[in-house]
């Protein structure tokens, strides 16, 4: 009764804007790994932050779950519907609502993607550079403090957020942060929602910081004949200070996956890809140290791309690693794996999970944003063998335990929604309780994405 009642005064306002389509119900039930659940009970598409607010305010009085969505993009199952409820779809919020090019900021709604961002900031000398590969919803990376290829340089959504509008649990809306370079007023209230997964909240608006467009751009592919070189040069070359915008890893699994998906044509062993931001003179200087590196440790030779054509094809290989890695075994799902270590234990990091997945007889190319330690694991598996999941899940329990014993942590970007529930204990310890007891004071009645984040009792 309370459901029917709250979906009654929902569609009273929403109108066909609140929808129980079989079809769209199942699309929301959907995620890009192998983690799935029941559909929803509705799906609303608000188009401000006052209807938001409304949606909550009429869900909280029911008593009914509210799951944000942006691009649906997660890998950890961060917007499934554990619970039944509604979910809250912010594609129809999707604008730049003001961009300010002396403060190098903008504001957004969540519903933007960040692709789009950076098409209608391209006249304005400015990007945005936070690229986790994905076309992803900006409220969706803040969400996830996801982060990607350019964060060695640029930083991760924690640290280009400066502010938020977010719709609490009861419908009452507050506003984070501000559009100052720095702040010491009171607590972080942005950097607590940065990463809450929407369990705290629901963000319905983004100040971003912004970041000018490199004057010349250099990138390129260098192959090694180990991946132990190739991680060894990696440290090297962050130990040495070059400021490298962008270092990718792909071992020589994933560089099969790429080529055949993308038709490229990289040598099969294990590949840096490599990107260098500034002048002309200085990227061409940075690509001169990285080389003299690289060829100490035992480098097969560089494949330089300067022209806009060359990059954009390049990083579009890269981008569809995961597609390609999961073509590679035609009707497979994945388990995606996500560990981040301190930089001089990432040699060991990476070669014994190497060693644990050949041992375990599942597929798993290794690929990763390296030069801030952070890698992944595909590990594909047949889903309908229980046996290959139960594996592919141990597996990647032993990677998340391996990052914590190596200093690390069970994720650098993709968050743990979820998937990494296990985990979380054992990396924050009495900190994780505290998390909860944060998560109770501003969602009492566990409404905002339950099962998610934080302990479940």
């Known amino acids: 009764m309370a459901l029917t009642d709250a979906l009654t005064q929902l569609r009273d306002f929403l109108g066909e804007r609140l929808s129980t389509a079989p079809a769209l119900l199942q699309h929301h039930a959907q995620s890009e790994s192998h983690i799935h659940a029941n559909p929803p009970d509705a799906v609303a598409f608000p188009e401000s ?26 890998l ?43 098409e209608e900031l391209r006249d304005t000398g400015l990007f945005f550079p936070v690229d986790p590969g994905a076309n992803a919803s900006l409220g969706g990376m803040a969400s996830t403090r996801a982060s990607g290829t350019m964060a060695i340089r640029y930083g991760t959504m924690r640290d280009n957020v400066l502010g938020l509008e ?3 649990a009861g419908g009452r809306t507050l ?6 370079p720095k702040s010491s007023a009171g607590y972080d209230l942005t950097a607590l929602m940065v990463g809450s997964e929407g369990t705290l909240g629901l963000i319905t608006e983004l100040t ?39 270092i990718e890893f792909l071992d020589q699994a994933s560089v099969a996956a790429c080529n055949a998906y993308s038709g490229t044509t990289l040598p099969l062993t294990p590949q840096l890809m490599v990107e260098f931001h500034g002048t002309p003179a200085g990227v061409n200087e940075q690509a001169q140290r990285f080389g003299q590196i690289a060829d100490d440790f035992g480098s097969r030779g560089f494949v330089w791309a300067s022209a806009q054509e060359d990059r954009t094809a390049l990083w579009k290989m890269r981008h569809a690693a995961y597609p390609a890695i999961l073509a590679s075994r035609p009707g497979a799902s994945a388990i995606v794996t996500d560990v981040c270590v301190p930089i001089s234990a990432l040699a060991q990091a990476v070669e014994e999970t190497r060693d644990d997945i050949d041992q375990s ?54 968050g ?30 566990n409404l905002m994405n339950p099962g998610k984040l934080v302990p479940q009792k």
């Not at 506003?175 to 100052?180: I, K, L, Q, V, Y």
Request: glycine share 12%; aromatic share 2%.
């Open 166 to 168: 977010v719709v609490l």
């Open 416 to 445: 743990i929604g979820m998937g990494k529930l296990a985990l979380m204990a054992a990396e924050h310890g009495p900190a994780w309780s505290v998390m909860g007891q944060i998560k109770r004071a501003l969602d009492p009645h």
């Open 76 to 118: 950890e199952g961060h917007a499934l519907a554990v619970n039944g409820g509604v979910t809250i779809d912010f594609s129809r919020m999707d604008k730049v609502l003001a961009v300010y090019p002396e403060d190098m900021l903008v504001v957004v709604q969540p519903g933007l993607l960040r692709l789009r961002l950076n």
């Open 208 to 246: 971003l910081r912004l970041h000018g467009q490199p004057e010349a751009v250099v990138a390129g592919t260098c192959a090694f004949a180990t991946m132990a070189q190739a991680v060894d040069c990696v440290i090297a070359t962050i130990q040495s200070g070059i400021p490298l915008a962008r």
């Open 175 to 180: 506003r984070t942060g501000s559009c100052a």
């Open 361 to 414: 007889g599942i597929p798993g190319p290794i690929l990763g944003h390296v030069g801030d330690g952070n890698f992944h694991a595909i590990l594909l598996i047949d889903p309908e063998n229980t046996q290959e999941i139960a594996t592919a899940k141990a597996l990647a329990h032993r990677m998340g335990e391996r990052a914590l014993a190596l200093g690390g942590t069970i994720t650098g970007e993709h």
């Open 49 to 74: 932050t006052e209807e938001v607010a409304r949606i909550a305010t009429i869900c909280a009085s029911h008593a009914i779950p509210m799951i944000g969505w942006g691009a649906g993009t997660s």
